[in-house]
């Protein structure tokens, strides 16, 4: 298939770019490369450097092919930022995607995989989260997934396009040539790890006093092949629908920062802080329904195994992309 992958310098996408090349597909990736790195992108996909809120940007990648399917992982994605601007994620995450979303239609592209989140179930009463919990956002990050999700079903009804949301929990996790590397680092594991090798002071644990088994918050991890892997899968898939991505387990901050003691064999200094604004106490999903429906199970479910690929990465490249690829 001829793809159209969007973000592909980034950490999901660019795992999801070479899988999707290691299968035989032909990828074109559009990024801006203000959060992603051009070393993540592999030599073999046709890369364009620009934002697909800019018409012309879009006007020259679908100059060069005609796709099958558009994957589309670019976003902000900071949970913190959204609540400090809004505006930027309504932005980036609404009106952009419509830009490309109308390119889609011009040009006749048939299907949009798109990467959506467990941020639009807000804080649920219960679990695990299926696909048909109430959507209540806690913050503009989540109501930004949802609306372009809700934009995609009326595109869906209206133009014959088909859309796949896949709505995954904690992405974590490398391979081993890439990893995850952001210029402001807000997630977990890569905090935890970093500060396993010395590069942080400490672990800052927001909130310890969620209704939960420690007091901290629990997340359901996955890991970023196993979600590619659902993309991948869903590119198959010829009706509009939307999916849970996780494991099914969760475990609380001090769990992963306890685990990763024992993957790296130091003690992980830690601060206790006040709550982040808009963070639920406990997401854990169901994905029995991409389970039955795509065979899609996780290939890397556990914690350790997780961590572990993290850590493996990290160690190989402890400044992130700012050291010389290599072999990509």
Known sequence: MKILLTGGAGYIGSVTTKELLDRGHDVTVIDHLQEGHREAVDKRADFIEGNIGDSKVLKKAFSKKSYDAVVHFAASCLVGESMENPSLYYQNNVLASLVLL?????????????????????????????????????????????????????????????????????????????GEDHAQETHLVPNVLKTAMGQLPFVEIYGTDYLTQDGTCVRDYIHILDIAEAHILALNLEASDSFNLGNGNGYSVLEVIEAAEKICGVKIPTQKSKRRPGDPACLIASAKKIQEELGWFPKYPTLDEIISSAWKWLQKHPAGYAEPAKHR
Do not use: Q, V
């Not at 919990?133 to 014959?160: C, D, M, Q, V």
């Open 102 to 178: 109308e390119a889609m239609r011009e040009n006749k592209t048939p299907k949009m995989i798109f990467s959506s989140s467990c941020a639009i179930y807000g804080d649920p009463d219960e679990m695990p989260i299926t696909e048909d919990n109430p959507r209540n956002p806690t913050h503009p990050y989540g109501e930004s997934k949802l609306a372009f999700e809700r934009i995609l079903k009326w595109y869906s009804r209206a133009y014959g396009m088909k859309a796949i949301s896949l709505r995954y929990f904690n992405a974590a996790g490398a391979t081993d040539e890439l």
